[in-house]
Each structure stands twice: as C-alpha cells, then as structure tokens.
T-cell receptor
Framework: AQTVTQSQPEMSVQEAETVTLSCTYD???????LFWYKQPPSRQMILVIR??????QNATENRFSVNFQKAAKSFSLKISDSQLGDAAMYFC??????????FGKGTKLTVNP | NAGVTQTPKFQVLKTGQSMTLQCAQD?????MSWYRQDPGMGLRLIHY???????DQGEVPNGYNVSRSTTEDFPLRLLSAAPSQTSVYFC???????????FGPGTRLTVT
C-alpha cells in the first residue's frame, strides 16, 4: 500500500522569507499524481499544487513550487515570499487509484510577522 | 456554481443513533468521495464513487454506507453511531481521476 510521510510536524518562517515543506512517499507505480493541499483554520481543504509523475518539469503556481524527485520519491513544497495568509496545515497527498488519495499527517506552518 | 456543499456543518449524536451526511456538487463531476479527518492525522478515504450507481470502499469503510443514485449527490450513512466515529467528514468531487479535487467545507460530528 502506498504511504505518504511528512517528517516535519511543525515549521515556522518569517514573513517574506522562503520555506520548504518535505514529503516522501512509497509506491511501486510509475504513473501517479501528487498534490499539496492547504487547510487554514477554517478547515476548508484548498488545492495548492499538483504534479504528474510522468512530467519531469516541476510544477509552479505563483509563489508555490515543488521539487519533485521521482527516483528518491520525494515531493517537497517551496513557498516563496511567505505571507501571513500562508499560515495553515499543509498536506501532501498521493493519488493511488482513480479516486483514492492517500494523505500525509500534515505540517503546521506558522508565519511570523 | 455552489461547488461542493455539505450538510449539516455540525452534528452531535448519541451512540447507536443513525444519520446521513449530505453531499452535493453542481459541477457535473463523475468522481466523488468521502474522507474523515481525525486529530493529528491526514484525511482517510471512507468510500468513493466513479459515477452514478458505482461505489467502492476506501481505507476505513466499516460503519458507513453510501449510494450514488444521481451524479450530483453522494450521501454518507452512519448506521449505528459509535464514539470512534467522532471526526470531521469531508466530501470531495473531481471531473476525472486525474483532476483536481474540490472539497466541501466539512461536517464536524461528535458521538457521545
């Protein structure tokens, strides 16, 4: 079974600085999708970024980018120019079948002014 | 578009009671799923559906039933509530298996 590991339960960053959240996963599949979701205190799950495993190019969405290392099964999220509104729980997720997402336990990000 | 809606937002049940959590989407998405989120955990898949009339079990299906009679609706039924089912429940939908998932706002359920 696929597993997703987020080794940093909590992280903090100064406003305007850059932070990287780590995620590793375990799979024997060659074609899959990876996601980062943000969950603010409102508890709404918000998709931040998506990566297709067959694409070598790392996905980017504005201030959010990923470092996808397929051989190492690593999928880290970099947040540049951190803003107070970035404070939230961040979840890494792996799509194991058409509608099966496997989530990590999350990283709580604090942004200090 | 209202997106994915869930009702109720909060619910308190006594052990042994039954109830249905409602989920609806107006985006004509084929794929819908239910997750639960417990403290310190990520979301775990309960049941999912890849189209009307088609459902399957996820990682933690015990104690829950689902059906999908229409594309829009995907209710989750708790047959006999137990304290272990105290959790926040999220419904999600997507156009395809590869697509981005849209989550509802969640239902916080407490079973006493």
């Amino acid at each position: 079974a696929q597993t997703v590991t987020q080794s940093q339960p909590e992280m903090s960053v100064q406003e305007a600085e850059t932070v990287t959240l780590s995620c590793t996963y375990d799979t024997s599949e060659s074609d899959y999708y990876l996601f980062w979701y943000k969950q603010p205190p409102s508890r709404q799950m918000i998709l931040v970024i998506r990566q297709e495993a067959y694409k070598q190019q790392n996905a980017t969405e504005n201030r959010f980018s990923v470092n996808f290392q397929k051989a190492a099964k690593s999928f880290s999220l970099k947040i540049s120019d951190s803003q107070l509104g970035d404070a939230a729980m961040y979840f890494c997720a792996y799509r194991s079948a058409p509608e099966k997402l496997v989530f990590g336990k999350g990283t709580k990000l604090t942004v200090n002014p | 578009n209202a997106g994915v809606t869930q009702t109720p937002k909060f619910q308190v049940l006594k052990t042994g009671q039954s109830m249905t959590l409602q989920c609806a989407q107006d985006m004509n998405h084929e794929y819908m799923s239910w997750y639960r989120q417990d403290p310190g955990m990520g979301l775990r898949l309960i049941h999912y559906s890849v189209g009307a009339g088609i459902t399957d079990q996820g990682e933690v299906p015990n104690g829950y039933n689902v059906s999908r009679s229409t594309t829009e609706d995907f209710p989750l039924r708790l047959l006999s509530a137990a304290p272990s089912q105290t959790s926040v429940y999220f419904c999600a939908s997507s156009y395809s298996g590869q697509g981005s998932r849209y989550f509802g706002p969640g239902t916080r359920l407490t079973v006493t």
